[in-house]
């Protein structure tokens, strides 16, 4: 099966208000590969933080930008990518990164790494910035 048969990408607009379309998608595909309710929360909660980080200082001084979520579904794992093409950071450069310090900004990317088993943060070729979780399934 082609991979692409087996991704799911939805484009928002980065505004927090439509955050909630990309829970509702992850829901959908929930249907598609049965999940656990719990692993279904995990898996909301992670992708809320990401897309909030990419709305909340991707775009800055309100330009207009976009947040482009990939759900990619495997037998055994569920991917979610969440990009925009923002003004990018350095990985290095997270509050909490290494440093034990969760305020603010940090303590997103703290609550992803603990309810993903497999988290990628950094930068678009064409720029901006991308964050990629992966939860394995039980079969």
Same mark, same amino acid.
């Not at 955050?19 to 692993?39: C, D, K, M, Q």
């Not at 950071?89 to 440093?99: I, K, R, S, T």
């Not at 609550?111 to 064409?126: H, K, P, Q, W």
């Given at each position: 099966?082609?991979?692409?048969?087996?991704?799911?990408?939805?484009?928002?607009?980065?505004?927090?208000?439509?955050?909630?379309?990309?829970?509702?998608?992850?829901?959908?595909?929930?249907?598609?590969?049965?999940?656990?309710?719990?692993?279904?929360?995990? &898996?909301?909660? /992670?992708?809320?933080? %990401?897309?909030?980080?990419? *709305?909340?200082?991707?775009? #800055? $001084?309100?330009?207009?930008?976009?947040?482009?979520?990939?759900?990619?579904?495997?037998?055994?794992?569920?991917?979610?990518?969440?990009?925009?093409?923002?003004?990018?950071?350095?990985?290095?450069?997270?509050?909490?990164?290494?440093?034990?310090?969760?305020?603010?900004?940090? &303590?997103?990317? /703290?609550?992803?790494? %603990?309810?993903?088993?497999? *988290?990628?943060?950094?930068? #678009? $070729?064409?720029?901006?910035?991308?964050?990629?979780?992966?939860?394995?399934?039980?079969?």
């Amino acid at each position: 099966m082609d991979p692409q048969d087996r991704s799911v990408r939805l484009t928002i607009p980065a505004k927090a208000e439509y955050i909630t379309l990309g829970r509702l998608a992850l829901t959908a595909i929930a249907r598609v590969r049965p999940l656990s309710e719990e692993t279904l929360s995990d &898996l909301k909660l /992670a992708l809320t933080e %990401a897309c909030t980080n990419s *709305v909340r200082h991707a775009y #800055r $001084e309100g330009r207009a930008g976009k947040v482009e979520i990939v759900y990619q579904i495997e037998p055994d794992r569920l991917a979610v990518e969440v990009a925009d093409d923002g003004e990018g950071f350095e990985p290095a450069d997270l509050v909490g990164e290494g440093n034990g310090d969760l305020s603010e900004g940090g &303590l997103g990317i /703290a609550i992803i790494r %603990a309810l993903a088993d497999e *988290v990628e943060i950094g930068e #678009r $070729e064409s720029g901006g910035s991308r964050l990629r979780f992966v939860k394995f399934l039980d079969e």
